[in-house]
């Protein structure tokens, strides 16, 4: 059989080592991540080394999981070209268009369970929301949707108006708000925000603190009026 013989101090001088591990150094960014990596010396112990290299399918195998797991994640959340409407706890509703425009609709007192549903719909990744949509100021409602907009990266809001004797969550959503730079649209009634062909948000009734708003897909329509009559409710669902 023949014999392995491993390099030795001599070798690496050989291989101009000190050289390369400057080369190293210059791409540190940080001034101890460059005396680290000018200190790196190589073993010239074989059983030193054959540990190290034994680590190497276990360092291949964590990569790949991670990778499969990202992967997996993908498929599940990229848009499919269908339309998705998901109904959280304490009455937030969170709509993605065919293209994977992400709305989330009014909020609710339950907001661990909000953000914990839309962990599980949306990647890690990305915490882009297009549109939140507040239809009520009342102080029950804004918890839930305070907490999406503190998490995520909304891009517009359509809210409602400021109510007659704001509350703190009011106050909190406000300055949230103004912090992050978030546009901001009232919810006036025949406000339409089309999000891509044929998937728009209409904002149908807006009365004081309180509005309605409709999400047409096509031919259809969803209609979110917590607050108005069963009346009022058909007859929103019905009109142009």
Do not use: C
Request: net charge neutral; aromatic share 8%; charged share 20%.
């Amino acid at each position: 059989m023949g014999t392995t013989k491993f390099m030795d101090s001599k070798h690496w001088t050989t291989l101009e080592l000190p050289r390369i591990l400057e080369h190293l150094a210059a791409h540190a960014s940080f001034s101890a991540g460059a005396e680290k990596a000018r200190s790196l010396t190589p073993s010239t112990v074989p059983e030193e080394i054959r540990a190290r290299l034994a680590l190497r399918p276990a360092l291949a195998l964590g990569v790949a999981l991670v990778v499969g797991v990202w992967l997996w994640n993908l498929a599940l959340t990229a848009p499919d070209g269908k339309t998705h409407l998901l109904f959280f706890e304490g009455g937030t509703t969170f709509a993605q268009s065919p293209r994977g425009a992400r709305i989330v609709i009014d909020g609710g007192a339950a907001p661990s369970a909000v953000l914990s549903a839309l962990g599980q719909r949306l990647p890690f990744w990305d915490r882009r929301i297009d549109l939140l949509v507040l239809m009520d100021a009342d102080e029950d409602n804004l918890p839930a949707l305070i907490a999406v907009l503190e998490r995520y990266d909304v891009h517009h809001i359509v809210q409602v108006s400021a109510p007659a004797k704001p509350t703190a969550a009011y106050f909190k959503w406000r300055d949230l708000m103004a912090n992050k730079h978030v546009p901001v649209m009232p919810a006036e009634s025949g406000l339409t925000i089309t999000v891509e062909r044929d998937w728009r948000v209409e904002i149908v009734s807006a009365r004081a603190e309180t509005a309605s708003a409709r999400l047409r897909v096509g031919h259809l329509a969803f209609l979110f009026a917590a607050n108005a009559s069963r009346d009022d409710q058909t007859a929103l669902l019905t009109s142009e």
